[in-house]
């Protein structure tokens, strides 16, 4: 089982980054998907979340609007667009996914870097 995630890296204020977690070795069509971040010395925090069945999207309040969450289940893959990103939003973000069971899953997360 894994979770993979790409796309992170290093972008000004106001700039944008996709990040990517393709999923394997699970039936991820199964599985609700999330993003959640963790800032130096913060706890980790729920960033956006996509449903297994129906596909709806909640997000923090923080990111509403600037950040979209996607999957495709036919790459096993789930998204975050990022944009106008903010300092504030430094942080690696983790993918998650889980499932009824409950079963649930980690990745090993991707920087983001905003700079002012």
């Known amino acids: 089982v894994q979770l993979v995630e790409s796309g992170g890296g290093s972008v000004q204020d106001g700039g944008s980054l996709r990040l990517s977690c393709v999923a394997s070795?699970?039936?991820?069509?199964?599985?609700?998907m999330m993003w959640y971040r963790q800032a130096p010395g913060k706890e980790r925090e729920l960033v956006a979340t996509?449903?297994?069945?129906?596909?709806?999207?909640t997000y923090a309040d923080a990111v509403k609007g600037r950040f979209t969450i996607s999957r495709d289940n036919a790459k096993s893959t789930v998204y975050l667009q990022m944009d106008s990103l903010k300092p504030e939003d430094t942080a690696v973000y983790y993918c998650?996914?889980?499932?009824?069971?409950?079963?649930?899953?980690w990745g090993q997360g991707t920087q983001v870097t905003v700079s002012s």
């Open positions: 998650y996914g889980l499932d009824l069971a409950p079963y649930d899953y």
């Open positions: 070795g699970f039936a991820f069509r199964h599985y609700d």
């Open positions: 996509v449903g297994s069945v129906s596909t709806r999207t």
